[in-house]
Nanobody, 119 residues
């Protein structure tokens, strides 16, 4: 089993930056990819970004491409989502999740961290 603990969410002004973290513990060797998702009030959860745990390849939703950067520190077993040029519409609970294989599903989730962007 893998456990995920998120941190770093807070209130930030539009145009500002924020980095959220996702610390993984347990069976780290099982992680194939870490994904980032968000859910705004009254909306469905949406995929935001993902990073390959082995080679660091990254993938982004069009809505955040060029503004958000996913990274990971294998030595610390931690993933990061750097968010720049934040907009009020980025306000949401942000979740990290992992999957164990390329064609698997995200089956382990963090508890979520609130990011609020004020206008």
């Amino acid at each position: 089993q893998v456990q995920l603990v998120e941190s770093g969410g807070e209130l930030v002004q539009a145009g500002g930056s924020l980095r959220v973290s996702c610390a993984a513990s347990g069976r780290i060797f099982n992680i194939h990819r870490m994904g980032w998702f968000r859910q705004a009030p009254g909306k469905e959860r949406e995929w935001v970004a993902a990073i390959s745990w082995s080679d660091g390849s990254t993938y982004y939703a069009d809505s955040v491409k060029g503004r958000f950067t996913a990274s990971r520190d294998n030595a610390k077993n931690t993933g990061y989502l750097q968010m720049n040029s934040l907009k009020p519409e980025d306000t949401a609970v942000y979740y990290c999740a992992v999957k164990r294989s390329r064609f698997g599903t995200y089956d382990t989730w963090g508890q979520g961290t609130q990011v609020t962007v004020s206008s």
